[in-house]
């Protein structure tokens, strides 16, 4: 009776074990940067109306910027990023690299600060 008892009790902390296991990809082990970005205000000021700015950065470290106009792409790039204690610095297509401070509250991206502010949500 007892190695039937032990038997069950090692079957049940196998269980328990490979149940937690199967739980570590959760959202709090994921880059809050990496989603798609939706543009919602410049300096404080919201968008205007036909203008639309995406960007996306991707758990690869790439990013992709559009900014369009009535439907019509005015501004693009693309290449790559990484983020450290609230800085991020990204290298466009062309090898310049710029490095801005950002925060992530919730939903919200802000990139820059006071009348340089990008705002983001996704």
Request: aromatic share 6%; hydrophobic share 35%; net charge negative.
């Amino acid at each position: 009776m007892k190695m039937l008892k032990w038997l069950l009790m090692a079957g049940m902390v196998t269980s328990m074990c490979l149940a937690l296991a199967g739980c570590s990809d959760s959202d709090d082990d994921r880059d809050p940067l990496v989603a798609t970005w939706s543009l919602q205000s410049v300096g404080g000021q919201p968008v205007e109306p036909g203008l639309t700015g995406r960007l996306v950065f991707n758990g690869n470290g790439t990013f992709n910027y559009e900014l369009t106009m009535n439907g019509n792409v005015v501004d693009s790039d693309r290449g790559t990023w990484s983020a450290d204690g609230g800085v991020l610095t990204t290298t466009d297509a062309s090898g310049e690299t710029e490095r801005i401070s950002y925060s992530v509250v919730g939903r919200t991206l802000t990139i820059g600060q006071g009348r340089d502010a990008l705002v983001f949500t996704r």
